[in-house]
């Protein structure tokens, strides 16, 4: 399995933007999806990325908000997140799988990292 690490997140005034990075060696090999999880609310699904990047798949509110992306020289995944509100307040979680799946559920994920917080708050 990968060791998945994110990074990026902080506190952020509402409408403020950010960008998660989640590294691992061999990265460039596996389809990668963003997953948040807020306090007492269930791990969502925010965004996910083929392998080669081109195939993206953006959910539910991150939707013409977030943009994930990749530079496989990197071994890297981003998350930019954009005009950001307080509801995206969360623990932001990526996850890998060998395969891409267009469903970008929980459970077409077997590696996952430990999560980076991201807070929105004036």
């Known amino acids: 399995q990968l060791q998945l690490v994110e990074s990026g997140g902080g506190l952020v005034q509402p409408g403020g933007s950010l960008r998660l990075s989640c590294a691992a060696s061999g990265l460039r090999n596996y389809a990668i999806g963003w997953f948040r999880q807020a306090p007492g609310k269930e791990r969502e699904g925010v965004a996910c990325?083929?392998?080669?990047?081109?195939?993206?798949n953006s959910q539910g509110s991150a939707k013409g908000r977030f943009t994930i992306s990749r530079d496989n020289a990197k071994n890297t995944v981003y998350l930019q997140m954009n005009s950001l509100k307080p509801e995206d307040t969360a623990l932001y979680y990526c996850?890998?799988?060998?395969?891409?799946?267009?469903?970008?559920?929980?459970?077409?994920?077997?590696?996952w990292g430990q999560g980076t917080q991201v807070t929105v708050s004036s």
């Open positions: 996850a890998a799988d060998r395969y891409y799946t267009p469903t970008c559920g929980i459970s077409d994920f077997g590696s």
């Open positions: 990325i083929s392998a080669t990047g081109g195939i993206t």
